[in-house]
């Protein structure tokens, strides 16, 4: 089990700016493609849904609005992977820690351990 520790200070100060970044506004996964259709051109945001691209229409006066909650999805899934690496960290200073040995119990030439197989007598024996 796990102890309840105080957060670390890393972990704190990620928390802090995902916190700040989500509460300044909006943010959408996906990215602005850029299409032409005849001489007119139109911008789409589109991701991946279950391996299929979905599109969404995006108006010409939200464009730049759009990038911004883009970079903000990209910025706060990058937050989210330092606060991964916090946790895991706690994770791995908490865990106890097996004794090596410098190999397994059978592995020595005394013969003990789990007796051969069939098979792996009949193929030494050749």
Do not use: F
């Not at 890393?10 to 493609?33: C, F, M, P």
């Not at 397994?104 to 069939?118: D, E, H, I, K, L």
């Amino acid at each position: 089990m796990i102890k309840k520790t105080k957060k670390t200070a890393a972990y704190r100060r990620v928390a802090s700016r995902l916190k700040r970044l989500l509460t300044d506004g909006q943010v959408i996964e996906g990215s602005l493609s850029r299409v032409t259709a005849g001489s007119a051109a139109h911008w789409h945001l589109t991701r991946k849904v279950n391996g299929r691209t979905q599109t969404l229409y995006v108006p010409m006066s939200s464009v730049e609005e759009v990038r911004d909650w883009i970079r903000r999805w990209k910025e706060a899934k990058r937050l989210l992977k330092e606060l991964g690496d916090c946790s895991r960290s706690v994770l791995a200073s908490s865990a106890p820690r097996r004794a090596t040995t410098g190999g397994s119990a059978s592995s020595g030439s005394s013969g003990a351990g789990r007796p051969r197989s069939r098979t792996t007598a009949k193929r030494s024996g050749r």
